[in-house]
């Protein structure tokens, strides 16, 4: 095993212009911000980004003008905070153009691209004009055996998938504790795969219990040691609750064109990781 | 003594009778009401399976929830088995799910459901909607698909909508909308939204009003109001009041 560990500017390098990204988590949870942070600062452009809920990192890179593309089911950050601000904004705008695909649809698609395989079959969706108004994402098959008719999708393989985990070791190991969403199987569909993590542990507590590890050290390109990374969304077993004031001042500076203000404030106070 | 209660109340009970003994029931993120109506019907003593986007299956009702959110670790707690979100999806395909509990943002006479976009094209909408989440696949495979709306008024309860997300289909076991005012239900023939009964408190001039399409059935039904042991167990489960939160 080689040692991954590096900073957060390091990794968020790696990220170059019109790539498809995939973040972690759902919604507010286990979003891994502080590197959407760091990247939005890089001022990356035409990025694509994929996720049954895209979470806060997603919504950053919106609201700064990185992202051009967005596969989702659902772009919100529950009832408490409402529609997610810098989707919204972007796709209004006609910036940035909106693949919905029913969360089930971009699990099916990553999967497709875990597998190496160019789409995969979806159940359900009959009867949605999702189908027709993407056809660059959707399409129904037939099977020549039975005759019986199902709608596919195109594969997603992101270039880079970003995962907030609670512990990982510097060889890239990780472990999810509680809800893990579609992320074990985005570290599956993506080239490269990197680790944001509230806690380095021992390697030992891997060995331990490997049934434990979600994602392993070779499907691993980096690891950075970032406390409180999903803040200020909520991570499980670390932090249950939203933090109320920053997820407002961070609504607040999307619909005021105000991103970048909010980061420099709210990284000087030492709020904003 | 009388308990008080209002359209939270109403609509949190009338969920959890949806259910039913031997049930597989789902719910996903932003719902708190279902999340509360499950925990009701546990509390009511129903034996059935709860499944949710956390990856809990049957998580402890007994721990209250603190927040509205429906992907906390109130709703991961306690349970069983970790049973994820991509498992859910695929469970949902095999048919063994009963109900999805799912919402929505326009509802139309003929069943269609739009959660996408108001106005304008899809690439630029004048309104950009959430998105379905897991509708679209869910409500073709799902035994029950049962929706809450909390605001039943025109803008929502219109004749057509502009983007069909996903739709109900009269082949369908039952496809059912439930709002603080009345229920409507997917008529197995015509496949329109037929107003199958009215919610305590409310008339069918009240439903009448705040729908945008002609209601047909003059007749229907008026609900009870929940029964005083339903409103005590609400409480005891729900001492936050988080059945609230949509009703701001």
Redesign the interface.
């Known amino acids: 095993m080689r040692e991954k560990l590096t900073t957060l500017a390091k990794a968020a390098e790696k990220i170059q212009d019109g790539m498809l990204i995939a973040s972690g988590g759902n919604s507010l949870v286990r979003s891994p911000v502080a590197f959407g942070i760091e990247l939005a600062k890089l001022k990356r452009k035409n990025l694509k980004h994929c996720a049954a809920a895209p979470g806060l990192l997603a919504d950053i890179l919106c609201a700064d003008g990185a992202i051009d593309t967005i596969y989702f089911g659902f772009t919100s950050f529950e009832t408490e905070y409402g529609l997610a601000a810098g989707m919204r904004k972007g796709v209004q705008a006609g910036e940035i153009r909106p693949v919905e695909g029913a969360c089930a649809a971009i699990i099916e698609a990553l999967k497709a691209g875990a597998k190496g395989v160019p789409f995969h079959p979806v159940a359900g969706m009959w009867g949605s004009d999702l189908i027709e108004a993407n056809p660059d994402f959707y399409f129904v098959a037939e099977s020549p055996i039975d005759k019986v008719k199902v709608v596919c999708v195109k594969a997603l393989v992101p270039d880079y998938a970003i995962v907030h985990v609670q512990e990982a070791d510097v060889y890239g190991n990780a472990r999810i504790l509680g809800p893990e969403f579609q992320d074990k199987i985005m570290s599956r569909a993506a080239k490269h795969t990197i680790i944001t993590t509230e806690r380095i542990v021992d390697t030992q507590s891997f060995i331990d219990r490997p049934k434990e590890t979600t994602i392993p050290h070779f499907l691993v390109d980096a690891v950075v040691h970032v406390p409180k990374g999903a803040k200020p969304g909520t991570c499980y077993n670390e932090y249950e609750f939203p933090d109320a004031f920053l997820m407002s001042a961070y609504l607040s500076a999307v619909k005021e064109d105000g991103l970048p203000e909010f980061i420099v404030k709210y990284q000087k106070k030492g709020v904003l990781i | 003594m009388t308990v008080e209660f209002g359209y939270p109340e109403i609509l949190a009970v009338a969920l959890s009778r949806e259910i039913r003994e031997g049930d597989v029931v789902f719910h996903?993120?932003?719902s708190?009401l279902p999340m509360t109506a499950m925990k009701l019907a546990k509390a009511i003593g129903k034996e059935f399976t709860i499944v949710n986007?956390?990856?809990?299956v049957d998580p402890d009702f007994r721990n209250p929830a603190v927040?509205?959110?429906?992907?906390?670790?109130n709703q991961?707690v306690g349970s069983v088995a970790?049973f994820?979100?991509?498992e859910i999806?695929?469970l949902?395909?095999t048919g063994k799910v009963d109900i999805a509990f799912l919402s929505l943002v326009q509802l139309d006479r003929k069943g269609h459901v739009n959660m996408?976009h108001i106005g304008?094209t899809?690439?630029?909408?004048?309104?950009?909607?959430?998105?379905?989440?897991?509708?679209?696949?869910?409500?073709?495979?799902t035994k029950r698909t049962t929706i809450w709306k909390t605001n039943h008024d025109i803008r929502s309860f219109v004749d057509e909508v502009d983007?069909?997300?996903?739709?109900g289909?009269p082949k369908m076991e039952s496809f059912r909308v439930l709002t603080p005012l009345a229920i409507f239900e997917m008529n197995g023939t015509t496949g329109d939204m037929d107003l199958v009964a009215i919610m305590p408190g409310s008339t069918f001039e009240d439903v009448q009003k705040n729908t945008g399409w002609t209601i047909k059935q003059l007749n229907a039904p008026k609900l009870p109001n929940p029964s005083e042991e339903e409103l005590l167990l609400l409480q005891t489960i729900d001492p936050h009041n988080i059945r609230k939160?949509?009703f701001k």
Not at chain 2, 53 to 56: K, V
Not at chain 2, 67 to 73: D, Q
Not at chain 2, 163 to 167: C, L
């Open positions: 996903g993120l932003a708190p986007l956390t990856g809990g927040t509205s959110s429906t992907l906390s670790a991961y970790h994820g979100l991509d999806f695929d949902a395909g996408s304008g899809l690439e630029k909408p004048k309104i950009r909607l959430p998105g379905g989440a897991g509708t679209a696949m869910l409500t073709p495979v983007f069909v997300t996903t739709t289909n939160s949509e």
